[in-house]
């Protein structure tokens, strides 16, 4: 009975250590910044004919699309308000993800009605447009709203966490990179020759609506100064001080807040 004690014992003391170790491991990767994160989960892409084109890292585009236009600039990209203030976004969650990955998403959707006039809702039948969450290849997101069933791509495989539910939710609201912001070229210097070979496209300035709000090195929008490159040197950093800290958000800065409120006069 004794050796069968400390057997029992033994067993679920390294269960824990299992259980500890994997909590551990996944507390490191949710420190990582959402452009890291994003960056790993995108790195080894191989997409299906079904599929869409991204650039960015993980903005999805529609073939033929202007890479260089901004679709809340260029053409009406908003989710629509409704009398009473809000702005009701359907959402429709894959059933592939387990109950724990859902709580996740959840997390995520739910952060906006908080701090803005988001309101992010279950589907419904009769609803003509709605964003389908799904496992596909990596995450990503189209930039506003497209019209009919659009995906917000959030792979089991390393999309699954509290800031890049947040990054794909901001491009789905209609929001770019911050490094590709209008006035980027005042607040970062791109290192163009640092950048992985076809990837500079990544970096180009598009005509963003900035809404009034200051370049934000903190925003969950923004990558971290290695993103896309070939030899282990920065891509990107911050002007005129280059050691400012920037690229290392884990969730929605105060100026993602404001800027959504204001694109959407909550």
Request: aromatic content about 10%.
């Amino acid at each position: 009975m004794l050796v069968f004690s400390l057997l029992a014992l033994l067993l679920v003391s390294s269960s824990w250590a299992e259980v500890d170790v994997a909590t551990i491991e996944e507390d490191t990767s949710r420190e990582l910044s959402v452009g890291e994160l994003l960056e790993r989960a995108n790195r080894d892409r191989h997409p299906g004919p079904d599929e869409p084109t991204l650039i960015g890292g993980d903005i999805a585009i529609k073939p033929g699309a202007d890479r260089n236009a901004d679709p809340c600039t260029s053409r009406g990209c908003l989710w629509q308000k409704y009398t009473d203030g809000k702005v009701y976004i359907p959402y429709y969650i894959a059933n592939h993800y387990s109950s724990r990955e859902i709580s996740i998403i959840k997390r995520g959707l739910e952060s906006f009605s908080a701090v803005s006039c988001i309101r992010l809702r279950p589907y419904q039948n009769g609803d003509y447009e709605w964003l389908s969450i799904e496992s596909r290849d990596g995450c990503y997101s189209y930039v506003g709203r497209q019209g009919g069933g659009q995906t917000v791509s959030l792979s089991r495989q390393g999309c699954l966490y509290h800031s890049t539910v947040q990054h794909e939710l901001l491009h789905a609201l209609g929001f770019n990179h911050e490094q590709t912001r209008s006035d980027r070229d005042s607040h970062i210097k791109v290192y163009w020759e640092n950048i992985i070979d076809g990837m500079a496209y990544n970096f180009d300035k598009i005509n963003t609506l900035n809404q009034g709000t200051p370049y934000d090195y903190n925003s969950v929008m923004q990558y971290e100064k290695y993103a896309f490159s070939k030899n282990n040197r920065p891509t990107m950093l911050p002007i005129p001080n280059n050691n400012v800290a920037f690229g290392t958000a884990t969730q929605m800065s105060q100026n993602d807040i404001d800027r959504l409120n204001r694109l959407y006069k909550c």
